[in-house]
Nanobody, 121 residues
């Protein structure tokens, strides 16, 4: 059974940084990514990575502030977030799948339970 376990969420002041990590238990994936959902809003993509970093995709609103990386075993994905803003407050979900076509959530078959990120201004 595939399990994606996220870690690294928490509370931070605006302008601060957080690093999220996600480990897939016993499985490897060509494509992994991060999505987020704020209360009352639809889920949106943050960033995805293909094949250990061969390709990365970022949401336009987050470019320059986040960096996604996948380890060489293709079982762990991390998201470094800098210059955090209050509007970045959301539940962040790790996702994994076989094919990446950019930031499409439909490409991801497996999802983690989420880790909360709260940014206070």
């Amino acid at each position: 059974q595939v399990q994606l376990v996220e870690s690294g969420g928490g509370s931070v002041q605006a302008g601060g940084s957080l690093r999220l990590s996600c480990a897939a238990s016993g499985y490897t994936f060509n494509c992994m990514g991060w999505f987020r959902q704020a209360p009352g809003k639809e889920r949106e993509a943050v960033a995805t990575v293909y094949s250990g970093g061969r390709k990365t995709y970022y949401a336009d609103s987050l470019k320059g502030r986040v960096t996604i990386s996948q380890d060489s075993t293709k079982s762990t994905v991390s998201l470094q977030m800098n210059s955090l803003k209050s509007e970045d407050t959301a539940m962040y979900y790790c996702a994994a799948g076989s094919i990446c076509r950019g930031l499409l959530g439909a490409d991801f078959r497996y999802w983690g339970q989420g880790t909360q990120v709260t940014v206070s201004s």
